[in-house]
């Protein structure tokens, strides 16, 4: 029986085929982790009361009281780290420095006060202890945005964290206003994407001028 060589391809033809399929396994890895979005957490922390009940899932929280508050300043405990998420891969210097920014950002929102202390209220002016708790993140890979950007032109690995926030009057141990509420970086956020912890505190600057206009009332849809 006759007996026929199989055809090889070539060395460029193999070169080729041997990097498409890596390629293409690595691009798809990189666009499933930049869809991932952090959500809105009901963890607890902040528990719900006959005004302010539990909220589903992934829902944010929005919570002011109707009484008014004149405040003159801001008591912030120190931030608590919550996260439960083992697949958050995160060095405990990167933990102490999350929680040092959100409890930077806070001190930032809370001056001055936007409001002056109204004689005619009862009570005021009052101080308010805030407390805070990052309760997730998400921290990009610099590296593996500095290969997307070769590649596609774009970084496609992005960061993110949610928090939650809650006012309690000093004197009548009332909540004041509550946050949970969660950011997620974008392009716009361009830089943050080759840095690990730059979307989570950008997260955490929203996260508190957000917490701040709701105080104020600007904004404050009760939950």
């Not at 396994?25 to 982790?33: G, Q």
């Not at 102490?96 to 202390?117: F, I, W």
């Amino acid at each position: 029986m006759d007996s026929f060589p199989i055809p090889r391809p070539g060395r460029k033809a193999r070169s080729r085929t041997g990097l498409a399929l890596p390629s293409a396994v690595l691009l798809a890895s990189f666009i499933a982790a930049g869809c991932a979005t952090v959500q809105p957490t009901q963890s607890g922390f902040i528990q719900p009361t006959a005004a302010q009940p539990r909220l589903a899932a992934g829902q944010e929280l929005r919570f002011r009281s109707e009484e008014p508050v004149s405040w003159t300043r801001w008591e912030i405990e120190d931030v608590q780290w919550l996260v439960q998420d083992p697949n958050v891969r995160i060095e405990a210097a990167e933990i102490e420095e999350l929680r040092a920014d959100l409890r930077r950002s806070l001190e930032l929102a809370a001056a001055p006060p936007a409001v002056a202390p109204d004689p005619s209220v009862a009570g005021n002016p009052r101080t308010l202890r805030v407390r805070a708790a990052i309760t997730q993140v998400a921290l990009p890979s610099p590296a593996l945005n500095v290969i997307t950007t070769a590649l596609l032109f774009i970084p496609l690995d992005r960061g993110g964290a949610a928090v939650e926030i809650e006012a309690i009057d000093v004197e009548t141990g009332r909540r004041v206003a509550a946050l949970a509420s969660a950011g997620n970086g974008t392009l716009a956020d361009f830089r943050g994407h080759y840095s690990r912890l730059a979307h989570a505190e950008l997260a955490f600057q929203r996260a508190a001028q957000e917490f701040r206009t709701l105080l104020d009332g600007a904004d404050g849809r009760k939950s």
